[in-house]
């Protein structure tokens, strides 16, 4: 853990300039579709520098968690220039600090690749989410392209070294491994990202390929 934190210390500074390129290939079209009926009471999990905070409804209240306090202090900066209600705290995904059901929407994005324990932080999400609540995710993986997976595999360790991303788990599986109930999942961009709607606990109900 502590490896993990000092490498995203050392890149929060240029953060959002190492991971422009997704940006281009329309996440942030992404980001925009996912949270834009989001509402009450939010938890954004590895909040990162804030690269949603623009596609909150304004009414939102946020709360962002990173494990990264050089992370935390960017996005602090960027919600007070959105005029967010937010506030943020240094905290493990694998282990939140919060009571069960103490929020209405749990939101992470581009981060089950950097847990150590993906499925522990998945149900830590569940957790804190109330019953009626949602979890939202944005997510990459490994393509079912076989050959640009394939081409992810040989290069997994290098980036996860580089960058502190396992770039070819895979989102879905995770999450259902974790016991949530998926409500609505969609993958594009030749299979690499992945968009998740899901609860805290139910079978699958909508499944896009």
Not at 89 to 117: I, K
Request: charged share 25%; net charge positive.
């Amino acid at each position: 853990m502590s490896e993990i934190r000092q490498k995203y210390n050392r890149l929060a500074r240029w953060y959002n300039a190492l991971d422009g390129l997704p940006e281009v290939l329309g996440v942030k079209t992404l980001r925009r579709r996912l949270l834009r009926h989001v509402s009450g009471q939010v938890l954004e999990i590895a909040v990162g520098t804030g690269r949603n905070f623009r596609h909150y409804p304004w009414a939102c209240q946020i709360t962002g968690v990173d494990f990264s306090p050089a992370m935390l202090q960017i996005a602090r900066r960027e919600a007070h220039r959105l005029d967010l209600k937010a506030r943020f705290l240094v905290m493990d995904a694998e282990r939140l600090a919060f009571r069960n059901h103490s929020f209405d929407t749990v939101v992470s994005s581009l981060t089950v690749c950097t847990f150590a324990d993906p499925v522990a932080a998945l149900r830590e999400m569940a957790r804190v989410c109330r019953a009626d609540g949602r979890i939202l995710l944005l997510e990459h993986g490994r393509s079912h392209r076989e050959w640009l997976g394939r081409w992810q595999d040989r290069r997994a360790d290098r980036h996860a070294k580089t960058l502190g991303c396992r770039w070819n788990r895979e989102p879905l599986d995770l999450v259902r491994q974790a016991g949530l109930g998926v409500i609505a999942a969609r993958r594009v961009f030749f299979g690499i990202f992945h968009v998740l709607e899901a609860k805290p606990s139910s079978p699958v109900s909508v499944y896009f390929p």
